[in-house]
Structures are given as structure tokens and as C-alpha cells.
């Protein structure tokens, strides 16, 4: 399992009590001295930083990657723009798990 963290620090420990032995915080967030790389390692998972630039060959793959059902997005619920405060009530209550994606439809 993998955690992609775009927040930052005020999430880097609530990130890492999701995953399980062997899974993956990565933070695209630049580490600060709070960054839990010796914690990961404790509880036997690791955190890592990648810096992300736009980059089409890596999105091609991971494309791939996704239409081959080697990389799955966990779907926490889908809620319509119109309700995007309750998507952001979802999202702050702190028990979704997967992404809340908004819907046109």
C-alpha cells in the first residue's frame, strides 16, 4: 500500500498509522526536520520524498500501470459538485479511506 501525501507535515503521522508492514508514505511535499523516515523505519514501512515535475514519459507509464490493473486508486466515495461541502465535511472528518472524487454528473 502506498500513501501519496501532497499536504505535508500535519499529516505525516496520521499517513503513516495507515499503512501496513512493507507499504509507503511519499510525500511530494518538500521534508522538513519533522519528516517520519526513522518512525517509518520502526513500524516497518518507509517515507520517502519525490520531487514532481511534469514529466510525460512518467505519465505515460504510470497510464499504464493503471490500465493494466498494476496500480489501483481506492475510490472513497464520489460526491457531485454541487455537494462539495460535504466533500470537504468527508475528507476533514478523518474516517474516508481512498480518494473523494467530485462528479459533474
Known amino acids: 500500500m502506498v500513501v501519496l501525501d ?11 498509522r495507515t499503512l501496513r508492514p512493507g507499504g509507503t508514505l511519499v510525500s511530494i511535499v ?3 526536520e519533522t519528516f517520519p523516515a526513522d518512525r517509518a523505519r520502526t513500524a516497518g514501512v518507509r517515507a520517502v520524498f519525490m520531487l514532481v515535475e511534469p514529466d510525460q514519459a512518467a505519465l505515460r507509464a504510470v497510464a499504464s500501470l493503471v490500465d493494466s490493473g498494476r496500480l489501483r486508486v481506492e475510490v472513497g466515495a464520489v460526491v457531485p459538485l454541487e455537494e462539495a461541502s460535504r466533500a470537504h465535511a468527508l475528507g476533514e472528518g478523518g474516517r474516508t479511506r481512498g480518494k473523494i472524487v467530485p462528479s459533474l454528473t
Open 6 to 16: 501532497a499536504v505535508g507535515p500535519a499529516y505525516w503521522s496520521r499517513s503513516l
Open 30 to 32: 518538500p521534508p522538513d
